[in-house]
């Protein structure tokens, strides 16, 4: 069955640090995979989206993420924290644009 | 602006009370979905729809009805409503050609 995992629930990162948030899956075949955030109060942002080709993506607010097929990860990460990055993050993983499947989110603290 | 509307975005209601979520887009999109959200279980998929006239359940369809007449709405019905409905549910919608789901704000629906 198809699965996402994100194994931090909560992560503590301070303001200008580098951040790296993992995210494992499971799916039959190549999937597509998105990370999400969703600061308190909103709807959800996409961030980025894989689909084929290289597998280092680049996406908004400074965001990439690296899919590696050998172990089936797809972790966000950037470089230097801000406070404003403070929100929780979703990886997500699907067959086209209908059933997306959810991890269960990792909640991302920045502290100065 | 392109966005995914849904209406009420807070909503109180009685158990067995008739409602219905209403959610747009603008954006000429062929996928739209319904999603609830519960602490500690992330995302789920309720419904989602292809195409004017064609839905499907997603994870968690009981309890639940939606529509898809014309292309742009996609409401989610609760015929008779429990309070294990109670839940932040958003809308999404995707282009079949660039997928990725864009999100609305969000209905938070409390039902006592």
């Known amino acids: 069955a198809q699965s996402v995992t994100q194994p931090d629930i909560h992560i503590t990162v301070s303001e200008g640090a580098s951040l790296e948030l993992r995210c494992n899956y499971s799916?039959?075949?190549?999937?597509?995979l998105f990370w999400y955030v969703q600061s308190p109060g909103q709807g959800l942002q996409l961030l980025l989206k894989?689909?084929?080709?290289?597998?280092l993506v680049q996406g908004i607010k400074g965001f990439e993420a690296e899919f590696k097929r050998s172990q089936s990860s797809f972790n966000l990460r950037k470089p230097s924290v801000h406070w404003s990055d403070a929100a929780e993050y979703f990886c997500?993983?699907?067959?086209?644009?209908?059933?997306?499947?959810f991890g269960k989110g990792t909640t991302l603290s920045v502290s100065s | 602006e392109a966005q995914v509307t849904q209406n009420p975005r807070y909503l109180i209601t009685v158990t067995g009370k008739k409602l219905t979520v209403t959610c747009s887009q603008n954006?000429?999109?062929?996928?739209m979905s319904w999603y609830r959200q519960d602490p500690g279980l992330g995302l789920r998929q309720i419904y989602y729809?292809?195409?004017?006239?064609?839905?499907d359940k997603g994870d968690v369809p009981e309890g639940y009805k939606v529509s898809r007449k014309e292309k742009r709405n996609f409401p989610l019905i609760l015929e008779s409503p429990s309070p294990n409905q109670t839940s932040l549910y958003f809308c999404?919608?995707?282009?079949?050609?660039?997928?990725?789901?864009?999100f609305g704000s969000g209905t938070r629906l409390t039902v006592v």
């Open positions: 997500a993983v699907g067959e086209g644009g209908t059933a997306l499947i």
């Open positions: 999404a919608s995707s282009s079949r050609d660039r997928y990725g789901y864009t």
């Open positions: 799916y039959g075949a190549t999937p597509y």
């Open positions: 729809s292809m195409n004017v006239e064609v839905t």
């Open positions: 954006m000429n999109h062929e996928y």
């Open positions: 894989y689909f084929s080709g290289d597998t």
